[in-house]
């Protein structure tokens, strides 16, 4: 663990702090971040209950410099629950500390409290900083499983019907 980071369940009180990374991840992704509805949703789920998501926070002084947000899904095949991690993201000027690398451990042990059979996420293709990281913790990159997704007015649609009789 770094020195003088504590890796904690978040509290409401780091939300808007929390917004602010999954900004700064959405901006290295190139992709737009939230809004000031989903900043409001993203609240409302993690108050929830159940809540619809989970949230780990690395804390340095009062500051959160990173988080890990996950959930559990099931494998048939295992019968047993999964743990997936849906963003994991460090400030730039905080990386190479092991603040990452405590984070995915952290999760490792929840998981493993859980009773999972397995601890999965995605990483993008053109990321190969994170790949590189995420092999060295012993992580398989799965090659034969791609992301399918519906999403915005397709997944409206699809959602509509028609419906199957049976």
Known sequence: MPIGIAIRPARPADLDQVIGLIRALAEFEKL??????????????FSADPARFRLLVADEGGECIAYAL????????????????EDLFVRPDRRSR?????????????????????????????????QTFYRSLGARILPEWQVCRVEGEDLVALGRGPVAAF
């Open 70 to 85: 996950y959930f559990f899904t099931y494998s048939t095949f295992l019968a047993r629950p999964s743990l997936y991690l």
């Open 32 to 45: 737009p971040g939230p809004d000031a509805e989903a900043a409001a949703r993203f609240h409302a789920d």
């Open 98 to 130: 092991g603040v990452g690398r405590a984070l995915i451990e952290r999760l490792a042990g929840i998981a493993v409290e859980s009773g999972c059979g397995r601890f999965e996420w995605t990483v993008l293709d053109w990321n190969e900083r994170a």
